[in-house]
């Protein structure tokens, strides 16, 4: 028996990277995954192969967190196919601009809040208002990052997203809280997907980046598994509005030699 057996669980942006790695992990223990991606379909159909070879129950859904009626429709499909969601991870994003406050226009920042910060708020809502008043319990997992509390400078758009959606996760773990709903977030520090391309392309830059982490090795999507699996399951009941930080020492190292 798994942990998440009878759990229908729904993970935005699991086409690739960290949402397919905890797709992965959620099926694996019994949870029926729900796929979702905003364009990129093969790597959905490829996520979708490996629960297939893992007999684990899943569908895929074209998704655009940005945008409330793309949300509203994929929940409400997903609710009348499933009767339920009991897990919510809400992991699609898009990275920072790397461009300073002064020479950003307005839509490069629209689209990264949008993204990070309205799209959580779109999905978390939705899925609370469909719940039926007999439904116990429930997950909500906030894919963050450690940039929720280290900023950079030039990505003040994914700093601000990520340190709104911090707030919003704490804020939201009192409303639920007797409801018992548990919102965690989970901030992972250098892992090596999409978001830090250039480190997989080039050797070089991976091992100049990693001598900042205590570690000294950058994180892989694997390291997320089983913290997706404990905060999803019974285990976390009785930890709600926490930050899991998944990062090799990353941002507590920070400043040092200073």
């Known amino acids: ?3 998440l057996d009878n759990k229908v669980a729904i993970i935005t942006g699991s086409d690739s990277g960290i949402g397919r790695a ?11 995954v729900i796929i979702t991606y905003r364009s990129d379909h093969e790597s959905a159909k490829d996520t979708s192969k490996y629960l297939d070879s893992k007999n684990v129950k899943h569908t895929v859904h074209a998704l655009d967190v940005s945008k409330e ?5 994929v929940f409400e499909k997903v609710v009348q ?4 969601i009991d897990i919510l991870v809400n992991n699609a994003g898009v990275n920072g601009s790397n461009i300073n406050v002064v020479d950003m226009e307005n ?26 008043p007999s439904q116990k319990g429930g997950k909500i997992i906030n894919v963050s990052s450690i940039h929720e509390d280290v900023v950079t400078a030039g990505n003040s ?4 997203s990520k340190g709104g959606l911090k707030n919003f996760s704490r804020s939201l773990a009192l409303e639920l809280a007797e409801q018992q709903i548990q919102v965690n977030n989970i901030a992972p520090g250098m892992i090596l997907t999409k978001m830090n391309q250039e480190s997989m392309d080039d050797e070089k830059v991976k091992e100049e980046k990693e001598q900042h982490i205590p570690m000294k090795r950058a994180g892989e999507t694997k390291d997320i598994k089983a913290a997706a699996v404990f905060l999803a399951s019974a ?3 009785y930890v709600t509005g926490a930050t899991l930080t998944i990062d090799g020492g990353l941002s507590i190292n920070l400043g040092q030699g200073a």
């Open 22 to 32: 905890i797709a992965e992990a959620l099926g694996e223990e019994g949870a029926t």
């Open 81 to 84: 196919e499933y009767g339920q």
């Open 69 to 73: 009626e793309s949300v509203n429709d």
């Open 1 to 3: 028996m798994g942990k």
């Open 157 to 160: 758009d994914y700093n601000a």
């Open 235 to 237: 285990d976390s009941d």
């Open 107 to 132: 839509d490069v920042f629209d689209t990264c809040i949008k993204t990070n910060l309205y799209g959580p708020f779109y999905c978390t809502r939705k899925y609370l208002r469909l719940r039926a």
